[in-house]
């Protein structure tokens, strides 16, 4: 039995054996009424779906903690709600952490977009701060990119747009900025899993990204700030002299950061050949950048890099742990604990030692040719 027709085909509703749901095209419409006797009504993809809704709204109702569905997508809502945050606290919120919030939020703008506020749920909230994780920052940069989203989410609470803030109870990954723990509980790629990612990664550029990271060990912001005046072609090396994080380009992180780094043979002629064909290829042009001569964004990188390690079988896989990687393949063949972290800009080796102590060689040398090498007698 059709209940209404709208001239156009899967709009027309149908009754089912079930008060209150209508079969509509390949979904369902659940039809209740609010509190005032307000029809209202929700579209859902399952009939098992829309019968949860229907129980659910019917329960809400009865009890008088029924809430409209907010309609404004994350973008909406986020442009409006620093003029409508107070703070969390009596004594409000600072212009410089209000500033700080505005400018971190557009990270989450980009990602959840035109998504309703009442669509995002736990699962999403986490799914953004893995690719956060997995563009290379640290936990506790994660954290401060979340701290406006659960702010956000907490007004729209209060605002009854939604039923409950999904970034309630959310865990995140434990660290200290200070200490450097985006290398920490980082799992390295074995020879054939690396083999199979770089041959996963589209060619031309992108495969050397890939190759570039895993051969020495660089942040993806360090290789995304690199220009062509930091490639010494014939010195085999690469200049560490600023990182390109959001857009922003600025010094690495700690003095130790500004370093050298050799390259093979074969890299620094992929990367003499990709400097021919590039339509950039001034001495200051971004060696990864965009068209527009832009850095390349971490995030933007993830897009193309991520189905990759799904492809090769290692969904688990960010850019860091590609300088995992390079840092265990090192230490496995003999470089010493100072080099590895000189190669890496740790600023304390002690650090260095500690993260890699488990994957360094484990196998004693002769006592005869420990003696030799200290020639006592």
């Known amino acids: 039995m059709q209940v209404d027709g709208s001239g156009s085909r899967g709009r027309t509703l149908v009754k089912t054996r ?8 390949e979904g369902y419409v659940v039809r209740f009424r609010d509190g005032t006797g307000r029809q209202r009504q929700r579209a859902c993809r399952t009939l098992a779906e829309a019968r949860r809704v229907r129980a659910e709204m019917t329960a809400d109702v009865a009890r008088g903690e029924y809430r409209p569905e907010a309609r404004l997508t994350f973008a909406q809502y986020a442009e409006r709600w620093p003029a409508e945050y107070a703070g969390r606290t009596s004594k409000g919120v600072r212009p410089l952490t209000m500033a700080a919030y505005v400018r971190d939020l557009r990270r989450a703008v980009d990602h959840f977009g035109r998504r309703r506020l ?3 749920g736990p699962p999403e909230v986490k799914e953004y701060a893995r690719t956060l994780a997995d563009s290379g920052l640290s936990p506790a940069t994660v ?7 659960k702010a956000l989410f907490a007004t729209a609470v209060e605002d009854r747009l939604i039923r409950a803030n999904p970034t309630a109870g959310v865990r995140l990954v434990n660290g200290s900025a200070a200490a450097e723990p985006d290398d920490e509980q980082v799992k390295a790629l074995s020879p054939e899993e ?4 770089v041959e996963e990664t589209p060619e031309g550029s992108k495969r050397l990204m890939v190759v570039v990271l895993a051969e020495t060990g660089l942040r993806i912001s360090e290789l995304l700030g690199l220009t062509w005046d930091s490639v010494d072609v014939e010195g ?13 380009v600025e010094r690495p992180k700690s003095a130790r950061g500004i370093r050298e780094v050799p390259i093979s043979r074969e890299t620094a002629r992929d990367l003499a050949a990709l400097r021919l064909a590039s339509g950039r290829s001034a001495a200051a042009d971004f060696v990864f950048g965009t068209a527009k001569g832009t850095p390349l964004e971490a995030r933007n990188a993830y897009r193309w890099f991520k189905p990759a390690t799904e492809r090769a079988g290692v969904p688990w896989a960010g850019f860091h742990a590609l300088r995992h990687t390079a840092a265990s393949r ?3 063949s003999g470089v010493g604990i100072a080099q590895v972290s000189r190669l890496l800009g740790h600023a304390d080796p002690s ?3 500690r993260t890699y102590i488990s994957v360094m060689p484990t196998d004693l040398p002769d006592g005869d040719a420990l003696a030799a090498a200290v020639a006592a007698r």
Do not use: C, D, K, N
Not at 18 to 25: F, K, V
């Open 351 to 353: 650090f260095t030692l």
């Open 194 to 197: 690396l083999a199979r990612l």
């Open 143 to 149: 954290r401060r990119y979340l701290a406006p989203v």
């Open 330 to 332: 090192w230490l496995h």
């Open 18 to 25: 079930h008060p209150g749901i209508y079969a509509r095209g």
């Open 236 to 248: 085999r090396r690469l200049r560490v002299r600023q990182r390109a994080r959001e857009g922003r």
């Open 118 to 120: 009442s669509e995002i």
